[in-house]
């Protein structure tokens, strides 16, 4: 493959999968509002399992394709040595296969059948095996690992994987019973259950192809044969089964029998799957993973810790509550209500959650308790400044209120003096009331100075306390 194909091709798959990474960081990130932090937590791991699931179809669509799809074994092969790509062991191992490199096959299989790993990935182990020793023509080798495949299956019935009823292991099983019209059965079922959709399917009927021509050549249709080993030389030059159809064919031409693998093919037990390089590359993608994750989930128990914290502050200032004393007749000039009736009902204009609770004392007066939210809601629907406040477009030409909240004084025309203290009463002089009866003021004493004064002679044109 091309130096230019190759960085290309590996371009095209950093940059899907940074796409796909800012589409989930989209996703996530405002979904922070949206949850609490566990089930935000819970939401971010969900998702990033789809993830996952894209970046491997994105490497199967770049990468692998290379194998699969354009059946080019050696560029696939020098593709997945690129310094910028961390190749997974299938991809090794898929790489060794076909192109031919036994004993790199046979010591990755090995090594992974003796680890922990699941039955699954032990079967597949065993399967490349017996791919490997079939193309070898070590038939010895090949019963050996035909004795595996039934005990698995024996001890293990209810995998559905391994009861495959036209898999290569049929096709083996009446390969070494030499029933070659069985192979070639066991090859059209295969055909006829592929996916024409699949990713893989090309590279797998090449194969299925390859092991029909094999059952034909054994079985002495040398015609069909060579027909089939001269197209597969033809579709797939770079890949190992070009070249053991080319064996096939001169052993065709010359009327010989195809010999056996000359070479032993045995596991190494010194092989390592990676070099020195390489081990150093996955440790330190493994410890910058663990330090992401760390990282994560400190931030994670951090913000948790801050929610709760804020959501006890939030949950006392509701809990904590302030009982107010309001006399009879304040309640009725402030809420168009007796005592008596606000108690039955304890709604005002503005909210229906205007107080916890409100009662009567002996006295006659209300009661009422407001907890801090409360509270905030009676301070900010009577908003009183405590500075001097000009009107535009009005006739007053000032209100002034002292900083206890005790007096309200009004500046204007004479001519304007209905005005000003229908505008005083209405608002600023209820809201003193609230502020003084929040501020803890005692409700015997409580009492606003209502004052207006004329403007151009100073004098007082009205004066009264309230209430």
Same mark, same amino acid.
């Given at each position: ?107 990755? %299989?090995?090594? !992974?059948? =003796?680890?922990? /790993? +699941?039955?699954?990935?032990?079967? *597949? ?125 001169? %052993?065709?031409? !010359?009327? =010989?029998?195809? /010999? +056996?693998?000359?070479?032993?093919? *045995? ?134 209120? +002292? ?65």
């Amino acid at each position: 493959m091309a130096l230019k194909s190759q960085k290309s091709i590996v371009r095209q798959y950093y940059f899907r999968c940074i796409l796909i990474l800012i589409c989930y960081m989209a996703i996530v990130v405002p979904c922070i509002q949206a949850f609490t932090i566990i089930w935000y937590l819970v939401f971010c791991t969900a998702l990033f399992f789809p993830v996952k699931f894209l970046i491997r179809i994105v490497a199967n669509k770049t990468i692998a394709s290379v194998l699969f799809t354009k059946l080019d074994a050696i560029g696939f092969q020098e593709l997945i040595k690129d310094k910028n790509l961390l190749p997974s062991l299938e991809y090794l191992i898929n790489a060794a296969v076909f192109t031919g490199d036994y004993q790199t096959t046979v010591n990755i %299989a090995t090594a !992974q059948m =003796q680890k922990k /790993s +699941s039955l699954r990935d032990k079967y *597949l182990c065993l399967s490349v095996l017996a791919l490997t020793y079939f193309e070898l023509r070590d038939f010895g080798k090949l019963q050996i690992l035909l004795t595996k495949y039934d005990d698995y299956k024996e001890n293990y019935s209810s995998k559905s994987f391994l009861n495959l009823s036209n898999s290569l292991w049929s096709y083996y099983r009446y390969f070494l019973e030499q029933n070659y019209e069985a192979c070639k059965i066991v090859c059209k079922e295969r055909n006829l259950g592929f996916s024409h959709n699949a990713w893989d399917t090309k590279l797998r009927k090449l194969q299925n192809d390859f092991f029909y021509a094999i059952a034909c050549y054994e079985n002495g249709e040398f015609e069909e044969a060579k027909s089939l080993f001269e197209d597969i030389i033809s579709i797939a030059p770079n890949i190992n089964y070009a070249n053991l159809s080319k064996k096939y064919l001169m %052993a065709i031409e !010359q009327n =010989q029998q195809i /010999s +056996s693998c000359d070479v032993n093919v *045995l596991p190494d037990v010194t092989y390592q799957i990676y070099d020195i390089k390489t081990e150093k590359r996955i440790k330190k993608y493994k410890w910058l993973k663990r330090i992401g994750i760390a990282m994560i989930v400190v931030s994670s128990v951090v913000i948790c810790f801050l929610d709760v914290n804020n959501y006890s502050d939030s949950t006392n200032d509701i809990l904590m509550t302030s009982t107010y004393i309001m006399p009879q007749e304040a309640c009725t000039k402030l809420f168009k209500k007796t005592p008596q009736e606000f108690a039955k009902s304890p709604t005002v204009y503005w909210t229906d959650n205007f107080c916890i609770q409100a009662e009567i004392d002996k006295s006659g007066n209300l009661l009422i308790v407001l907890n801090k939210e409360q509270e905030d809601l009676w301070r900010s629907a009577f908003p009183v400044p405590t500075n001097v406040e000009k009107f535009q477009n009005l006739a007053l030409n000032g209100i002034y209120i +002292s900083s206890d909240y005790s007096q309200v004084t009004v500046r204007c025309k004479k001519i304007d003096l209905d005005f000003a203290i229908d505008v005083t009463s209405r608002g600023y002089v209820f809201g003193c009331y609230i502020h003084q009866l929040l501020n803890g003021c005692d409700t015997t004493h409580l009492s606003i100075k209502n004052t207006v004064i004329d403007s151009e002679t100073n004098e007082v044109l009205y004066q009264t306390f309230w209430p």
